[in-house]
């Protein structure tokens, strides 16, 4: 079973709006829950959180986690095409510093 | 980009030839990891390493082995490659910071079994 799943699975907007991509898990021991950014090559670290409530912004880019909810968002305010990639949320296990991946959301940002 | 380098970055190969990748490392971490990459499944653990000669299983280890004989390499064999095993393989290191890790990845192997 999935146990990171995101939503939605593609997005198309247009430049200058704002988007929220949503990462909802399902993992025992949970340590730490990571996004990423996928352009035509390897993913590149946006953020990790660990704590719910507590906003990470970087640019335009901000995530914040909720642990009893069990999930987290992505928001990207003002996009711009360069913005326009896969977006991965992954999640990290204690045991073994394992790491669970979902499918991820591709976006698309049209000028 | 943690010093990771992968090779070959770019592969074709046949059905039922054996097929190694390898993953190097500079930065001596203890923990690495196989990921493949097919649309519609974002990465999928394949195997990974805690250590010299310390392995073990990720979700889909069928038809893969690997081997760490040292810390900086990571190999990952298919035996005798199927077509089902064309896919963009990713290794990656974990990086502790604090009590958490962050994942790294190298630029990638595309691989392609015809």
């Known amino acids: 079973e999935d146990k990171v799943v995101q939503s939605p699975l593609s997005l198309v907007v247009h430049e200058g709006d704002t988007v929220t991509l949503n990462c909802s898990y399902e993992?025992?021991?949970?340590?730490?829950l990571l996004w990423y950014k996928q352009e035509k090559k390897a993913p590149t670290f946006l953020f990790m959180l660990?704590?719910?409530?507590i906003e990470k912004k970087s640019g335009r880019l901000s995530s914040i986690l909720d642990k009893k909810e069990l999930f987290s968002i992505l928001n990207i305010t003002a996009t711009q095409t360069g913005d326009s990639a896969i977006y991965l949320c992954?999640?990290?296990?204690?045991?073994?510093?394992?790491?669970?991946f979902g499918s991820g959301t591709k976006l698309n940002v049209k000028p | 980009d943690a010093g990771i380098t992968q090779s070959p970055r770019h592969k074709v190969t046949e059905t039922g030839t054996p097929v190694t990748l390898r993953c190097h490392q500079t930065?001596?971490?203890?923990?690495m990891y196989w990921y493949r990459q097919d649309p519609g499944h974002g990465l999928r653990l394949i195997h990974y390493?805690?250590?010299?000669?310390?392995?073990d299983k990720g979700e889909v280890s069928d038809g893969y082995s690997v081997s760490r004989s040292k810390t900086e390499d990571f190999l990952l064999t298919l035996e005798s490659a199927t077509s089902s095993q064309t896919s963009v393989y990713f290794c990656?290191?974990?990086?502790?910071?604090?009590?958490?890790?962050?994942?790294?990845f190298g630029p990638g192997t595309r691989l392609t079994v015809l």
């Open positions: 990656a290191i974990s990086e502790r910071t604090g009590s958490t890790d962050t994942q790294y």
């Open positions: 993992v025992t021991n949970f340590r730490s």
């Open positions: 660990t704590s719910s409530g």
């Open positions: 992954a999640v990290e296990e204690y045991n073994f510093n394992k790491f669970y």
């Open positions: 930065e001596n971490h203890r923990y």
């Open positions: 390493s805690y250590g010299v000669k310390d392995t």
